[in-house]
């Protein structure tokens, strides 16, 4: 098989590590115990700098090869979820409600697995700039540590990341250029009627019936605001009201929703006709909406020359490569830094497994020799030694 034989020896040892990972899951921005892992390897495998507390808890090394050059950063996210894991492993998690159910563990042992061979045969001229990640799930990790200084303090010319696909074969790489993964923004809206008896309707304004059109209308933002060739989903999650009486019409309704997209044009066409769409028909109604607006994390756009050069080096090394897979609606925050820097998000096949974020995930050990020559390969054909 086409990866790199390397990996493949090492492979026990990296699944060692992935596993001790998933046994002492952390969430958010609390990856201490993790980030304190990484280091520790990073320092064992001689990486040429480590930093530790960047973007509050992230962790950045730095490999220097043969000679002078550009640098590639490569990045892995290192936090769980408040999941509670179902999986029966003999591995399972620990730690009570706490799960790596994303797979963040894989990705922290690829990139930990990749950083020890490119540390010890530095086959590249440049620098290679590693960077684990801390709350990517909903916290904006990557945001937090390049708001840290992360592209300042370090010279970053391309930077590259992974993530695991179940449903896509083992051994299998899809990416694409342009938009990969769509933006989320959630929002609330809070609807102020006029309270009464359910027997007569005519004294109050009725806040649920009102909320209730509310939703409607939403619906129809997205039918008849949006070319039908762009993606953009709308959904209200929640819905509920101050009364829990079967014969009262409430004061208040709330509800909660989120905004996908793979258009930053859309994702702000969106807020404002959100907006304008609830509180007008709050007030055709006689009542009153307001609107709560929470951006979330942008478009994960790949630049199309380094979707190019991570699809040149995935045929290198998997099974099979598609280079122009369908754009998905989950968002990530790795979309922060493609903004700040040219590169590419790829997806790794992680087999016929249970989705991520499901009580039932596994991380299939057989994927990571996979990623690993990817982050290897990406370098050493970006960083040519002369």
Known sequence: MPIRNRFAEMLPEVTGWRRHLHQTPELLYEVHETAAFVAEKLREFGVDEVTEGVGQTGVVGIIRGRGPGRAIGLRADMDALPIHEETGLDYASTVPGKMHACGHDGHTSMLLGAAKYLAETRNFDGTVVLIFQPAEEGGAGAKAMIDDGLFTRWQ???????????????????????????????????????????????????????????????????????????????????????????????????????????????????????????????????????????????????????????????????????????????????????????????????????????????????????????????????????
């Not at 079967?246 to 905004?259: F, H, K, L, Q, W």
């Open 156 to 386: 970053v010319d391309e930077v590259y990341g992974i993530h695991n696909a179940p449903g896509i074969p083992v051994g299998t790489i899809v990416t694409r250029p342009g938009p990969l993964q769509a933006s989320s923004d959630e929002f609330e809206i809070i609807v102020q009627g006029k309270g009464g008896h359910a027997a007569e309707p005519h004294k109050a304004v009725d806040t649920t019936l009102v909320a209730a059109h509310i939703v409607i209308a939403l619906h129809s933002i997205v039918s008849r605001n949006v070319d039908a060739l762009r993606r953009v989903v709308l959904t209200v999650g929640t819905f509920k009201t101050d009364s829990n009486a079967s014969n009262i019409i409430p004061d208040v309704a709330r509800m909660e929703g989120t905004v996908r997209t793979l258009d930053p044009e859309y994702r702000a066409i969106m807020e404002g006709r959100i907006r304008e769409v609830a509180t007008h028909t709050a007030a055709a109604y006689g009542a009153e909406a307001q609107v709560i607006w929470h951006p979330g994390y942008p478009v994960t756009i790949n630049d199309a020359e380094g979707a190019a050069h991570a699809v040149e080096a995935a045929r290198a090394v998997a099974n099979a490569v598609d280079g122009d897979v369908d754009p998905i609606m989950p968002s990530e925050d790795f979309s922060y830094m493609l903004e700040e820097r040219p590169g590419a998000y790829i997806f790794l096949g992680n087999g016929d497994t249970a989705m991520c974020h499901h009580p039932k995930y596994v991380f299939d050990d057989e994927a990571m020799p996979y990623g690993m020559s990817f982050f290897a390969e990406i370098v050493e054909r970006r960083l040519k030694a002369e």
